[in-house]
């Protein structure tokens, strides 16, 4: 059982929360800072107690300046050096250690994506503490919500580690408004630590859509596609007809419809769009875990038993073949 923190006498929880301070890890690529990873501000915020962000990589003053208007921060620690510019958590971990140690946070937060998943765990290393992953909620300073179990649990856990580092699920907590704060730049410490990898080069999906991850409205495509032609032929033209994003469920990356980076599930992206549409995709807990804080979900299924349409605020029995061309010129035309 935890025990519910204490604050009483003369370490008030005021005068505690005074001593809290969070360093935000933001991220950027390529002179621009990532928008999504502001949400690392606004779990920041609810924790209390001061907060700085923290930002590395080659010409980054530009980014560390669009960063300090982002509400809510007072500090931009900023680290000008092209070895972090690919963010290997090789050196980028030390880097930031070296930074926490100077700035004595008591919250380490960065967001549950590729980079923070990498980097995380070799600061908790560093520093002897426990991570905190994927959390969805703050209960206090040291209690926070995370899903286990594939979303099918929700684990209540509290830390005595006297710096947290925590991850938080991009879709639990908004990103912070990029506007109306004018916090100072600082240069952070830069130990200059030798990276054991080296950068090498990155492929990266190109798409004229809206990112997935981020996306307002999401269509994906399941198995019942059948190939890789009938999904691009089906699922493109309807994604194009409501400006959404496209989607996968696993069956449909591993038969090879779609690329691996547009997997929604447990193993791949969590998204929670405003409207999620599943298209031949069953509906299993796995996929499920990815999709299911969506706030409105529809689904197309020929299977009127299919388990998704026990999670969809709107269902369709039918075959995808006719009713999604058919839908997608009605939208068009609308
Ligand atoms: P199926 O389950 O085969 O469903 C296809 C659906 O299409 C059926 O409901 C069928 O009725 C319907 N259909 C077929 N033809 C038509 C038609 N003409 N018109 C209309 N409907 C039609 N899955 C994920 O999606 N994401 C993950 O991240 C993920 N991670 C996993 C992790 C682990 C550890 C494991 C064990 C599994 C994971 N899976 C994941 C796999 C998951 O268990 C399912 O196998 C997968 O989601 C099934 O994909 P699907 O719904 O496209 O295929």
Redesign the pocket.
Known sequence: PRSTPVFSGPFSRSAFQRLLSSLAILEQREGKLNHGSLSAITAARSIGGSIHGFVAGSNVKPVAEEAAKVEGVEKIIAVDNVAYEKGLPENFAPLVVENIKKGGYTHIIAGHTAFGKNLMPRIAALLDSQQISDITAIESENTFVRPIYAGNAIATVESSDSVKIITIRGTAFPAAEAQGGSAAVEDGVDPKSEASAEWISEDLAKSDRPDLATAGKVVSG???LKSKEDFDNVMQPFADSIGAAIGA????VDSGYADNSL??????KVVAPQLYMAV???G?I??LA?MKDSKVIAA????PD?PIFQVADVGLVG???EKVPELTEKLKSS
Do not use: E
């Open positions: 399941g198995r019942g469920s696993r069956a449909a997997q929604v599930g447990q193993t791949g031949g995709i069953s299993a796995q996929h990815g197309i299924n020929k299977d299919a075959d995808l073949f």
